[in-house]
C-alpha cells in the first residue's frame, strides 16, 4: 500500500471486500445486525452471525473445516495465515452444534485472553458464526532482562533455599 494513503480508508477498503467475499460464501447479504467489530484503530469482528456451507470435499473434522473458513475469510478477520496465529484450545460439542475455539499464539507463545471461536452445526455442513477477541498485530518478543541462572537464584532466595535443586525447564 502507498505510505500517503489514509490508514482508515485502507481498514474501510479491508472490511468492505471481506465482506463482499463472505456475502457471496453466504449466498445472503450481511446485514449490521450479522456483526459486530471491535473498536480499535485496526478493527476485527468479534462476532460474525451469518451461516456460510463448508465445502463439501472438506474431511469430517471441525477443525479442518473451522480452520478452512478462518483461511478463506482471513481478510474479515485480519489474519495473515491462521494455521501459524492460531492454536486449537479445545472442542465443545453439544446437541445442536459443534465449537472449536483457537487461541492466538505468536512464535508459538500464547497471547493471553486471545481467543477465537467458529461455530459449527452439528452435522459440520456451515458456519453459523464466529465471535472472541485477539489483536490483528501483535509487537514483537522483549528479550527477557534477567538469565535464566539469575532467575533461579532470585527463586531459591525468595524462598529461603540457597541450594535447592532446579527440577524441570526454566
Given at each position: 500500500p502507498d505510505e500517503c494513503e489514509d490508514p482508515q480508508a485502507l481498514v474501510h477498503a479491508r472490511i468492505s471486500q471481506a465482506l463482499q467475499d463472505l456475502e457471496a460464501a453466504a449466498g445472503v447479504a450481511v446485514t449490521p445486525r450479522d456483526i459486530d467489530f471491535s473498536s480499535d484503530a485496526r478493527p476485527i469482528p468479534t462476532y460474525v452471525g451469518v451461516r456460510v456451507p463448508v465445502p463439501a470435499h472438506l474431511p469430517q473434522d471441525p477443525v479442518v473445516r473451522a480452520?478452512?473458513?478462518?483461511?478463506?475469510?482471513?481478510?474479515?478477520?485480519d489474519l495473515q495465515d491462521p494455521r501459524t496465529e492460531l492454536y486449537l484450545k479445545r472442542i465443545f460439542t453439544d446437541e445442536v452444534d459443534v465449537n472449536v475455539h483457537f487461541g492466538q499464539q505468536k512464535d508459538g507463545i500464547p497471547v493471553h485472553a486471545a481467543e477465537l471461536a467458529v461455530h459449527l452445526?452439528?452435522?459440520?455442513?456451515?458456519?453459523?458464526?464466529?465471535?472472541?477477541?485477539?489483536?490483528?498485530?501483535?509487537?514483537d518478543s522483549i528479550p527477557p532482562r534477567v538469565t535464566v541462572p539469575d532467575a533461579e537464584a532470585i527463586a531459591r532466595a525468595h524462598l529461603g533455599y540457597k541450594n535447592a535443586l532446579v527440577l524441570g525447564e526454566s
Open positions: 480452520l478452512d473458513f478462518l483461511i478463506r475469510h482471513r481478510m474479515l478477520y452445526t452439528d452435522d459440520l455442513s456451515e458456519v453459523f458464526g464466529t465471535g472472541g477477541y485477539y489483536l490483528p498485530e501483535l509487537p
